[in-house]
């Protein structure tokens, strides 16, 4: 079974569009991130939710806006999708130590 | 401003040749993870590191935290295709809920 789950994994869309990208894990963790990879592969933190509560909001414009429904679930909503937002976006869970364990990531393209 | 800085940040190498890639950080690491990124595909972690000095190894990938803790080495000897990805390291800062920031990341290359 796959822990950090993301769907969808390719997202083709317009500008101006609104999309979701949804991330489901199945490892009891209290905390979840969002993480944003641009074309030079640099990982950028946008959110961190601990137990359905937003903790880090990076600066993020709220066109983003993530929610949480129950502590197994991060989802992520942008709105007014933008060329800039193209990228590989990755949700992330975290364990003990801060281990992360991340998803297989969502390729967004925005034409 | 990046915290964590990788070099080199494009390798290419021939099979069976050692290689190091570097991670140095401005800020003393409370934590520091090697993660490798398959093309395409989610990121594995590798390895954690916590204390000054301290050396981790699985199966031809070792990985160094400096005394000081602000510096990381992951060395792979013998390297085969299979090695090759982007190899991330992440920090973990201290205070409150932490959050673990990311490298400029390194993309390796191992050519047959």
């Known amino acids: 079974d796959t822990a950090v789950s993301q769907t969808p994994k390719y997202l083709v869309t317009q500008m101006g569009n609104d999309k979701s990208i949804k991330c489901e894990q199945n490892?009891?963790?209290?905390?979840m991130y969002w993480y944003k990879q641009d074309s030079k592969k640099f990982l950028k933190i946008m959110f961190s939710?601990?137990?359905?509560?937003?903790?880090i909001n990076e600066t993020v414009p709220n066109r983003f806006s993530p929610k949480s429904p129950d502590k197994a679930h991060l989802n992520l909503h942008i709105n007014s999708l933008e060329l800039g937002d193209s990228a590989v976006y990755f949700c992330?869970?975290?364990?003990?130590?801060?281990?992360?364990?991340f998803g297989s990531g969502t390729q967004l393209s925005v034409l | 401003s990046q915290e964590l800085e990788q070099s080199p940040q494009s390798l290419i190498v021939q099979e069976g040749k050692n290689l190091t890639i570097n991670c140095t950080s401005s800020?003393?690491?409370?934590?520091l993870y090697w993660y490798k990124q398959k093309y395409g595909e989610g990121l594995i972690f590798l390895m954690m590191?916590?204390?000054?000095?301290e050396e981790k190894s699985h199966e031809k990938i070792t990985a160094k935290l400096d005394e000081k803790k602000q510096q990381s080495s992951l060395h792979i000897t013998a390297s085969q295709p299979s090695h090759a990805g982007i190899y991330l390291c992440?920090?973990?800062?201290?205070?409150?809920?932490?959050?673990?920031?990311f490298g400029t990341g390194t993309k390796l290359q191992v050519i047959p």
């Open positions: 992440g920090a973990g800062h201290s205070g409150g809920y932490q959050k673990v920031t």
């Open positions: 992330a869970s975290e364990g003990a130590n801060e281990k992360l364990f």
């Open positions: 490892l009891g963790h209290d905390t």
């Open positions: 800020k003393t690491l409370y934590g």
């Open positions: 939710y601990n137990n359905k509560e937003l903790i």
């Open positions: 590191l916590q204390k000054g000095g």
